[in-house]
């Protein structure tokens, strides 16, 4: 009877402990790029709070890491810290997670059915080509969230004025310079182009676009991968950099732009200063509250060059997650992402906060809908035509070139120089 | 002790210099007030903007805030509540606080030890802490990452004060070395001759004497762990643990989505203000502080 | 003892390829070592830190002679002036880098505004691009910092008893001449000690320069210990390389010790006793 009573005992325990585990909700971490008290940690928080209040089995316990997110997450893998969903810009996931083998594959949960349905596949809650372009040759590790264009941002009244109305997709380099030309003259004391020197992965972005325009996208990235780095030393690339430094020569940038300390140039633009740079699409976003009340921006894509062998390219990027395998909680973390990019559920909080998203059928918020002109009918490619994800070449090869070539220190010769010379030391020290 | 010993030095200078305006002393006094000038325009124009709306600062950078009152109040509760600098402001609070009680109390009896106890190895001893002061922080970033990753104190205020304490030891060992040498030792001497212990000579005799020394370098580590970035940076992870100058770069780092220039300008004076405040109140001591260790 | 093996560990890393997601290191001996004598950023950031070391010390220690020197006068408000200068010490580096940050803005800063209003737009530079950085950093860090040094030498000069001025001036001995033959003297071991200080902390500085370059500052003006910083944890993107930011983490440990030594065989000389 004693071990009759003990074994029920036990029994009862046993079950009383996994009953009690069972009851504790499922635990999902999150470990955020944002601050708090930033817009889209806002919106996240918002998306939390919805997810949890609808799904009561599962919390989602946010860490709002900041900016450095990734470097921290180093921490938890280090200590064997389970992190299930991290976020941060495509390039940066790349690099950090998913080239270091800490990524889960998404393409099953891909197939099935999204948020709350029965049917049909999460893949199709986002646009076409959307997944493609931030998956990698092994499959997809990444759900994009909002996702940005690249372009040239304008003060429309200004440009206006001068008798200039681009269309978002039309110009050519020759146009382009005409443009630059005419705003000169009408406006002296208004610098075309604007630039924040102090980035140097804003630096390049201007040789990155002319010489993908004029040499293509392959020659590029083909540059870029030579072990000789004799790549660079094709014609075309100097001609990109002959491109650029002519701009800089006929003083279109705004003075002192190689002290200007992110965003000082910014607040110029929003205060009619500057009538146009080249930046990412989140500037709506990030000009927008600072900007006089009449103030109107909009975008054009970079100019296609004549004879280009890289036109309609336009880069492509986002602020994606990732799901990690050093999570516990896989399933339920890809749970809190199909939320979050369901389109009647998180996409819509995000729309309705002012960001463009890809997903099916989410309505674009007013300032945006120049970058879906330019994704209706250019090619998506990466940042810097893929560079800004291999974060080592870029700091050591690329970027080093090109700083002192944007802030006019060398001549446009000595950047591909550097661009060869360099490109063979590095890839002397790091074979590919 | 040491203090009276300064005033009478300063009172007899007193005595000899003149009572009349020098005229040689125009050239200096014009310069002393040149730069507190610019030295107070800064803070002024740091707090001016902080009372403004983000379009003021851009557009009208040196004038009067238009409306203090209104787009003060809200910059600064933006900064408090909004930007958790609120929290940031308590973390800050509790870890320096202990931090500097941790660092005073184990400092004290080992810096009483190498100043009175002859024992072999002082010497060594004394070199090792001086060595810890010279240590760049740099260096031991990463294993000292990986360590606190192994003791599990990555990411808690706990680890921090742990850091912080271990970090302001061998300075606070030096200086308080400094000020135990000048203390007189015959109170001490008296109180063995009657047989109290070491511990009670430096429990019942010493702590009372050295009570202002202690607390001139409790205020010295404040106001430099109070101020403390790359270690916070390190170990800290998580936003509810940041103290106010990590919160204050990551409150930069957030314009890039917020804007809000003129909640910066908040946020900066929020991280003034205290050392504003503790300064006013302590500065002669603070002052003292520096020199204590390194004076003769 | 938090530091001792954690100071060792370093040496050991520095011999390694890590980027701190990988389990394991990968051994490479002397590679990080190497890699350093062809990395020019490691060169321009040397010479970068000692710039700030020597031509901010000469600075820094010129205004605290000057100011001790104007503190010992008999002027009004001596004690609002040494608080004054003394204040922005005990500022937190980060929020003393930022509103530099904010002086040196082009367009809406105080400082260019200012030479415009006065008429002297001529001087107006670009403060932060990247020929002038170090220089305004190094006028921003003498601002800052100057203030300590002079109450660790002021201290000094107050235990010099009166007498000596006194008899200096009885036998008609001028300014220059007092404060050369009797002040500079009397307080060269307190002098030797702030400068000694000031080698090891300006070798050191970090939060200052990461705030008023906030983002990121460029490549030419990294000194050391942002070098370091960027190749371990990453500025804006992260390299992650932490066993070459060890490697460099050591170079820095070396300066100070030699900085000190330096300082300390210079230094050497009879002591006046008194």
Known sequence: MKVMAGAVCVGLLLSGCSAGQSSDATKVVYWSEFNKGEPLQLVIQEMIDTFESENPDITVEANWAGRDVLTKLQAAVQAGTPVDIVDQSNDRILTAVVDNGLAVKLDDYLQEPSYGKSSGAWLDDFTPGSLEAFATSDGTFMIPRESYISGLWYNVDMLADAGIEPSATGTTWDQFLDDLDALAKKNPDVSPLGADASIDFYNNWWFSYLAVRVAGLEAFQNAAHDPTGEGWRQPAFLQAAQMLRDLQDKGYFQDGYQGSVYPAMQSQWANSEVAMFLNGAWIPNEVGPQAPDDFHMDVFAFPNVDGGLGNDLVEYWSNAWAVLNIGEQSDAAVKFLQFATAPDKGGKMLTDAGFPVPIQGAATPPEFAGQDKILASYTTMEQRGGLQGEAAYSTDVYNLCNDPFFLGDTAPEEFIDCLATEGAKYWSANPQ | ?296 | MVFVYPAVQALWISLHEWNGFQENMVYIGLGNYERMLGDATVWSSLQNTLLITVVGGAAIFLLVFFFSASLQRRIPGKKFFRALLFFPVILPGVGVGLIWQFIFNNNWGPLSLGLNAAGLGFLDRTWLSPENIVSSLTVAIVWTYVGYYLIIVLAGIEKIPSTFFEAARMDGASEWRIFRSVTIPMVWDVLMVAITLWVISALKIFDLIIATTYPSPPRGSFTLTVFVWERAVGMYTPVFQLGYATALGVVLLILVIVGVAVIRAVSRRDVLEY
Not at chain 2, 13 to 21: F, G, L
Not at chain 2, 243 to 251: H, K, R, Y
């Open chain 2, 1 to 296: 002790m040491y203090e009276i010993a300064e005033k009478t030095s300063r009172r007899n200078r007193r005595k000899v210099a003149s009572t009349r305006w020098d005229r040689g002393n125009t050239p200096y006094f014009v310069l002393l007030c040149l730069w507190a000038a610019l030295t107070i325009a800064i803070f002024l124009w740091v707090i001016g903007n902080s009372l403004k709306s983000n379009q003021e600062i851009f557009g009208n950078s040196w004038g009067f805030p238009a409306d203090p009152f209104g787009t003060g109040v809200e910059n600064y509760l933006n900064a408090w509540n909004i930007s958790n600098m609120g929290g940031y402001f308590l973390n800050s609070l509790g870890v320096t606080a202990a931090a500097v009680i941790f660092t005073v109390g184990f400092s004290a009896p080992a810096a009483y030890a190498l100043s009175r106890i002859p024992f072999l190895g002082s010497r060594p001893v004394f070199y090792y802490f001086v060595a810890g002061m010279g240590l760049p922080f740099q260096l031991i970033l990463v294993p000292l990452y990986v360590l606190f990753v192994d003791l599990n104190l990555v990411d808690s205020v706990v680890g921090l004060v742990v850091a912080f304490t271990a970090v302001s030891i061998p300075f606070t060992v030096l200086l308080l070395t400094g000020f135990f040498r000048s203390l007189p030792t015959e109170l001490e001497e008296a109180a063995a001759i009657d047989g109290t212990s070491e511990f009670g000579i430096f429990f019942r005799i010493m702590m009372p004497v050295a009570t202002p020394g202690l607390f001139t370098a409790a205020i010295f580590n404040f106001v430099v762990i109070w101020q403390e970035y790359l270690l916070t940076a390190l170990l800290i992870t998580s936003d509810e643990n940041r103290t106010l100058p990590v919160g204050l770069m990551s409150m930069r780092q957030s314009l890039q989505y917020s804007s809000d220039w003129a909640a910066m300008f908040a946020g900066m004076v929020i991280v003034v203000v205290p050392s504003f405040i503790i300064f006013v109140a302590l500065s002669n001591r603070i002052m003292g502080g520096l020199t204590m260790g390194t004076g003769k």
